[in-house]
């Protein structure tokens, strides 16, 4: 099946920095989504992006499908993004199961 | 619209001990999934239905059976708990394949301890 890595595993920000977070995924897909997994357990929905660009406010993510990878940019950090950002994929054909990346740990102090 | 929704949210259980893990969905999607959370790790799939009347086992669906008893609707049972299982139990459901893919939506989750 798929792989899925991430990279950072961790980053520590100060409150008002940038960051991008890297997802490698190992074949054509057709989902990629990442998601912010807040202290409280729960996993937001950030982006659906098999491929293109999109942006919500402070954040923004890009999948170039042809290479194989996604960024997911977080600009002016705030605390309230600390967490875990996890992106997940699934491979093409009939395969809609998402396999996930092991995460990004990200934390911002103020 | 209240998504996905699962029961319970938090659950001790001893060893050997049954217990079935609910979670219905209101967006009409048909496929509907199963995933634990385990520290460090992403989330792994443990059996996935793909529409009303079928499942299929994932990556790590040992020591789980599940139910999907209608389109919103699908269970997840322990029937004999080990510490092994305790774990963040994750459902989740999408639209089924048609001319694509779709977004997955997750729901709270439901954190389980097996002593």
């Known amino acids: 099946g798929i792989q899925v890595e991430q990279s950072p595993p961790d980053l520590i920000l100060q409150e008002g920095a940038n960051s991008t977070l890297r997802c490698n995924f190992s074949?054509?897909?057709?989902?990629l989504q990442w998601f912010h997994q807040n202290p409280w357990g729960q996993l937001i929905n950030l982006f659906y992006i098999p491929s293109g660009t999109k942006q919500n406010g402070r954040l923004s993510a890009t999948t170039v499908a042809t290479e194989r990878y996604s960024l997911l940019y977080i600009s002016s950090s705030q605390t309230t993004d600390s967490g875990v950002y996890f992106c997940a994929a699934s491979s093409g054909g009939s395969n809609y199961k998402l396999t996930f990346g092991k995460g990004t740990l990200l934390t911002v102090n103020p | 619209n209240a998504g996905v929704t699962q029961t319970p949210k938090f659950q001790v259980l001893k060893t050997g001990q049954s217990m079935t893990l609910q979670c219905a969905q209101d967006m009409n999607h048909n496929s509907m999934y199963w995933y634990r959370q385990d520290p460090g790790m992403g989330l792994r799939l443990i059996y996935y239905?793909?529409?009303?009347?079928?499942?299929d086992k994932g990556e790590v669906p040992n020591g789980y059976n599940v139910s999907r008893l209608n389109k919103r609707e699908f269970s997840l049972r322990l029937e004999s708990a080990a510490p092994s299982q305790t774990s963040v139990y994750f459902c989740?459901?999408?639209?089924?394949?048609?001319?694509?893919?779709?977004?997955?939506?997750f729901g709270q989750g439901t954190r389980l301890t097996v002593v």
């Open positions: 239905s793909a529409s009303e009347g079928t499942t």
């Open positions: 989740a459901s999408s639209e089924a394949l048609g001319a694509g893919d779709t977004e997955a939506f």
């Open positions: 074949d054509s897909v057709n989902n």
